[in-house]
RNA sequence: GGCGACAUAGCCAAGUGGUAAGGCACGAGUCUGCAAAACUCUGAUUCGUCGGUUCAAAUCCGACUGUCGCCUCCA
């Protein structure tokens, strides 16, 4: 049975979807607003939503799962002032916003599928949208669940009784000291921009029945669910930073025009946090997989860091843990094939019960740490077997660490590439060796080290590569 | 100021009433001329502190201390 967190009921729920008849799971995830570097504190959402998608999978069912692409309406602040962040960014790079939506949107799908994260069925820009989110704007209208002032319309928060309901916070209160200035049109502190005419340097702009306008940030998650999964849905996922307004503004446009909380099922991932901190930039700490390239850690080292803390809790990078990520991930590796061809017998009864202890794990809320202790206990397991090979294999359709395969294959260097003299070097070292010359041939060490390359002595004789 | 979360070995962390998963590091050993790599073994009588409930608590309740987050952009 796959358990499931709800953060709306605040519990672990059996997971059953609606269209159980065809045995397909429909959800929605949040995706990325394309002005800026991803940095890998957004990527642990995206690696959490393909887990889930895998363990959906895992369990059989199917998917039909959209992600949208925010290339418009995001504004600086949530209270739908300040500058649309897309703007911002052309404008400071000096560059058209198509042109940053595009390069940041293509930066974004490289970063996800070096982390073997599969791109959901349907992948949808708000701007290819628009006419929806109008016509769900002009329904809001429509049932009187929002109102045109000067600047825009405006949702009429005072209508949902239930408004607030997600973050179950008393969002009256911690409005009224915010440092936000109060719009006197606004009915309610609280109301949001559905739709905001558009001032005449605004770039991106659409013809309405309303003038030029372009739309607010929450109505295009709405727009696009209801296009391509219907007015209720199984799950719909994001950080928990969007539980306060984001989804919260969700479930109201949602309810004000359908009646309907939009999803089944609300599911969170807590933030990443750097040396127990936040990420800011500040604080010059907020990294890329670029940077982490750089170090020697590659993408699917993060996603295995990212298996020891469960999602909803806080995740703590330190460089210390993620190197660890990187060695445990290449023993992994190493362990697999290990198993690799081995003819070993395995009693049937200990290849199911791992097999589903591990399903077990998967299954209780998408446990990624748990489910990694049955992994090593599989991978340390001393009766080499094809058989524990295969089950790991079995395991990696969710894990994506893509743990059969080769180690080192970049570090290796060929010899024929290598300069003249670092040859002559390797040529007296060997020579060197041959003498039990050893104080000799450790000088010649240190000096291939400086040179950038290491050498291994093996029965073979010496292996070089590049450090 | 208001709201919320968390506190488990050096580090990253599972576990939410039945007697402390897993990974990394450290240490010891095997191997090696040495080193590196690899492999094997090893670590918490105890889960921030103090009380309480219970036959039984890391797990429930209360207080305290500490850390962090949100209310402002953020996954």
Redesign the pocket.
Known sequence: MLKLYDTLTRKKKEFIPIDKKNNIVRMYT????VY?F?????????IFMDNLRKVLKYNGYKLEHVMNI?DVG?????????ED?MEKSARLQNRSVYEIAQEYTKLFMEDISSLNIQIPEYVQKATDNIPEMESYVKGLVDKGFAYETSKGIYYDTSKLSSYGEL?????E????????EVDIEKKNPLDFALWIKSPKEHIMKWDSKWGECYPG?HIECSAISKKFLGDVFDIH??????????HENEIAQAKGLTGKNPANFWM??????????????SLGN?YTLKDLTKKGIEPLAYR??TY???????????W??????Q??????I??CS?HKNEKNNVPKEIVESLDKKFLN?IN??I?M??A??????V??E?NKSNDYYNLLKKFDKVLSLNIDRVQDVNKKVVENELSEDIKEILEMRKIA?QN?D??T??KL?DSLKEKGY??????NGQ?IEKV
């Open positions: 949040c995706g990325p607003t800026n991803a940095h890998i504190g957004n990527m642990r959402a995206y925010t995001h504004m600086t602040s949530d209270a739908d002032e300040g962040k973050s179950k916070a008393n969002l209160e911690q409005r009224s000291g915010a440092r936000v940030w996922t994001g950080g928990v930073d969007h539980i306060p307004i984001h969170h991932v807590e933030f990443l946090l750097i040396n127990s901190g936040k990420m800011s930039k907020v295995y860091f020891t803390s469960h999602y909803r809790n806080k995740l703590n990078f330190t210390e843990a993620i190197n660890s990520a060695i445990s991930l290449n023993r992994l190493d362990a290990a794990a209780d809320d446990n740490p748990a990694m202790a049955v992994v090593w206990e991978a340390k001393k060796r039990k050893f104080s041939s450790d060490r290491n050498v291994v002595d093996s029965k292996n």
